[in-house]
């Protein structure tokens, strides 16, 4: 049974704790809380970074982080541009968000494009329908280096995958861009040091310890608009390794496979060779989170392919300084 | 007990904090991964990734331990290297898991996962009892400001579910938490193996008719971490917002009690003085801004202020400080020693630091502070500290965040060492 130790030995403290003032107001609740915090970091990425940037996708959590950025920095301009690693197979629907949401914002976007990269040599073009999604670490290296960047602001959540599971809120990279999951910089309290020498860089992920349920009910929340793939619709799919992967210019069906027109939404938005659809007649962000709440099968599980090629592909692709 | 897939669903809930420590080997990562699997946090697919994980290193049925042991080497050797965070909800509450490693050689991991908890399961194989790396984790923990304490006596089942090696768990922990700030220790016996009292009660143990731990964890008190008492509202200043019609704002988090509009204040160090006249976030005015809500404020006068500086009531304002003592852990492998140059980061500021003096070391045996020259890799001990800037400090048990610090090295840029502001409390061990 839970013990109280005596109080003629804790006297003091005890007292402290029962008369504490604002004992009785109303706390703040769990959203308010990842949201404060994750203002917070900003905040200190921003202020502790000589030239910070915003990582944005287009996709549900990088369109958190512009929220929470406008929360962090209005009436004042980001104290940072956003970038988009752009693999070029993209979601028509996406890229419309993407430039919309820069131009309403009013701030700069960069776009480092892994075509470019492609184009210089510095990776080999894995053909017209390879996934492109590991290409995107050295892109993403290049343009850090190319802009000098020392500090990244990514959407990544610790409950996306085993290995992000391990990750500091400020995690280190060194000058070669990877991470050490063995040697991370002990991060105490809320104290994030963001010290860097040139040539290494940060990554900082404000959204840490938000769930994906916790993504979607501040969306809700905060009434913020995400690409309409999100949200079910109906679209030519076709069923690959287990998953449902968008007809495009980039995917189209093999031998042997048949076309399905589905009702689907995306959970993820990511590479499209890659990033799997989910049967879903859910298209209201309630709908979605009653989805997301009773859902049997993790985020990434779901919908992302180039997680399923060994035991460790998350941890083996930030190594080499993917997101 | 409760327990629920999809459970947390509307908001509001409240957000317990917990750290998983004690010693390698005696099962933490078991113990969160039964727990996770038993509430049904799991997802299918992470599941089947557990097993087939499993099979491939030989072992029998389901290792869940490689829920949270997911980095390679981790799974390769079998131990946790760095703090992986769970997140976990019940019907009742919203839980952030931090699994922490039990090597020594890991505790710097350990004291990051403790840092930001509100309570402590504390792993204890009882087969074993208390090691001195359980006593390492307790203390560490205790001096971290954990006040709550859920200790799980593991793999009963290995002792026959015997009542005395229960008991005698039970009993060193609360023999050590006496000597530390512990307001509140539960002991359950369980095996996490087989899921004994981990969420479903136990036939097992018939004489045992206290909670499960997730009983446990939802009836712990929540948010201890941010409810501090005493010193008073702070305010570090983060970031200086220019506003368009001119003027400035000055945005940071809430510490230690709430600034209201009218507040007379104190610029620290600098000691100019103000009031507030507005206290507002991005969603518009507040009344009040509590603790750890990040906040902008405004005041009446054009004063200095920029970051690192501590914007506080007149009323109880802590004194700006030259030199200070300290608790701290200590992570690097070279000694820390007297002459050592660092620099500290305290709330927003860092400034240039020197070490004036290692004054004592802490035994974490026998709980006693001893006089040292230095402190070796994962000491702790109490030190002196000169710094280049005036620090605006509160005692680190009135307030966590002004009374907290790190050292950086200032070569390698490495966090080499968590500092809290006054010396240990420590009850004396009792006579005989």
Redesign the interface.
């Given at each position: 049974?839970?013990?109280?130790?005596e109080p003629e030995?804790?006297e003091d403290?005890?007292a402290?704790?029962a008369?504490?003032?604002?004992?009785d107001?109303a706390?703040?609740?769990?959203?308010?809380?990842l949201?404060?915090?994750a203002?917070?970091v900003m905040?200190?990425v921003?202020?502790?970074c000589e030239r910070p940037v915003l990582l944005f996708s287009g996709g549900k959590d990088s369109a958190v982080l512009l929220r929470l950025a406008?929360?962090?920095?209005?009436?004042?301009r980001f104290p940072f541009p956003i970038m988009h690693v752009d693999t070029g197979h993209n979601f028509p629907e996406v890229i419309d968000y993407r430039d919309r949401r820069a131009a309403e914002l009013g701030e700069e976007l960069l776009v480092a494009s892994v075509q470019d990269s492609i184009d210089r040599g510095r990776v080999a073009d894995p053909g017209p329908e390879g996934t492109r999604n590991r290409l995107q670490s050295v892109t993403l290296l290049d343009a850090i280096a190319e802009h000098g960047f020392d500090a990244c602001i990514g959407g990544a959540r610790?409950?996306e995958?085993?290995?992000r599971?391990?990750e500091?809120i400020l995690s280190f990279r060194d000058a070669f861009g990877q991470w050490d999951?063995?040697n991370?910089?002990?991060?105490?309290?809320?104290?994030y040091?963001g010290?860097?020498?040139t040539g290494e860089h940060l990554r900082a992920f404000p959204l840490?310890?938000w769930?994906e349920?916790d993504v979607w009910?501040y969306i809700e929340?905060e009434a913020i608009e995400l690409p309409s793939i999100y949200y079910s619709h109906r679209r030519p799919v076709v069923e690959r390794g287990g998953m449902l992967l968008a007809l495009s210019d980039w995917v189209t069906a093999g031998p042997g496979e048949t076309v399905e027109e589905a009702v689907v939404r995306f959970r993820t938005v990511g590479d499209a060779t890659c990033t799997g659809a989910v049967r879903s007649g859910a298209s209201t962000i309630a709908e979605v989170?009653?989805e997301v709440?009773?859902?049997?099968?993790?985020e990434r599980?779901?919908t992302r392919a180039d997680d399923r090629f060994s035991?460790?592909s998350m941890?083996d692709r930030k190594r080499e300084g993917y997101f | 007990m409760s327990s629920l897939d999809g459970a947390g669903v509307g908001t509001g809930s409240e957000l317990l904090r917990f750290a998983a420590v004690g010693s390698v080997d005696d099962g933490k990562s078991t113990l969160i991964g039964r727990l996770l699997h038993d509430t049904k946090q799991l997802f299918d697919d992470q599941l089947e990734a557990v097993a087939t994980a499993s099979r491939r290193r030989g072992v029998e049925g389901v290792d869940l331990a490689f829920v949270t042991d997911g980095l390679r080497a981790e799974r390769e050797q079998g131990i946790t290297i760095d703090v992986a965070y769970r997140y976990a909800a019940t019907p009742r509450r919203k839980f952030v898991i931090a699994d922490c490693p039990g090597h020594v050689q890991y505790t710097r991991n350990m004291a990051t996962g403790a840092s930001t908890a509100d309570l402590a399961v504390v792993v204890v194989d009882a087969t074993a009892g208390l090691r001195e790396q359980t006593r390492r984790h307790c203390c560490i923990a205790a001096l971290l400001g954990v006040r709550h304490l859920i200790v799980a006596a593991n793999k009963m089942d290995l002792t026959g579910w015997d009542e005395a090696a229960f008991r005698t768990v039970e009993a060193d922990m609360m023999a050590l938490s006496r000597r530390l700030e512990v307001e509140s220790v539960v002991t359950v016996p369980v095996s996490a193996l087989h899921g004994d009292n981990v969420v479903e009660p136990s036939a097992a143990a018939p004489w045992y008719r206290g909670p499960t731990i997730l009983a446990a964890l939802e009836e712990a008190p929540a948010g201890a971490w941010a409810q501090e008492g005493g010193a008073g509202a702070r305010l570090p200043v983060q970031w200086v917002v220019r506003q368009p019609g001119g003027g400035r704002s000055y945005a940071g988090m809430v510490t230690g009690g709430a600034l209201r509009p009218g507040d007379e204040v104190v610029i620290l160090p600098g000691g100019s003085q103000s009031r507030i006249t507005e206290v507002s976030t991005y969603d518009g005015p507040l009344e009040e801004a509590i603790a750890s809500q990040s906040v902008t404020v405004t005041l009446a006068d054009d004063v200095d202020v920029s970051r690192g500086d501590l914007i506080a009531p007149v009323e109880g304002a802590p004194e700006p400080v030259a030199e200070l003592e300290a608790t701290v852990c200590w992570f690097a492998e070279h000694p820390l020693e007297a002459g050592q140059r660092y620099r500290v980061k305290h709330t927003t500021r860092v400034t240039p630091a020197r070490v004036l003096s290692v004054e004592s070391r802490l035994d974490v045996g026998t709980l006693e502070l001893g006089p040292a020259a230095r402190l070796g890799d994962n000491d702790i001990g109490v030190v002196r500290l000169a710094v280049a800037t005036p620090l605006a400090v509160d005692p680190y048990r009135t307030n966590r965040v002004t009374g907290s610090f790190v050292l950086i090295d200032e070569a390698t840029n490495a966090t080499v060492a968590a500092g809290m502001v006054g010396a240990p409390v420590l009850a004396a061990a009792p006579a005989g």
């Open positions: 049974m839970t013990t109280i130790l030995v804790r403290e005890v402290t704790v008369g504490q003032p604002g004992a107001r706390r703040p609740d769990h959203l308010d809380l949201e404060s915090h203002i917070f905040r200190e921003a202020a502790e406008e929360k962090a920095f209005r009436p004042g610790r409950d995958d085993k290995a599971a391990k500091r999951p063995r991370q910089r002990p991060e105490l309290w809320h104290l040091q010290r860097v020498r840490s310890d769930t349920l009910q929340r989170i009653a709440a009773s859902s049997r099968v993790s599980g779901a035991e460790t941890e | -």
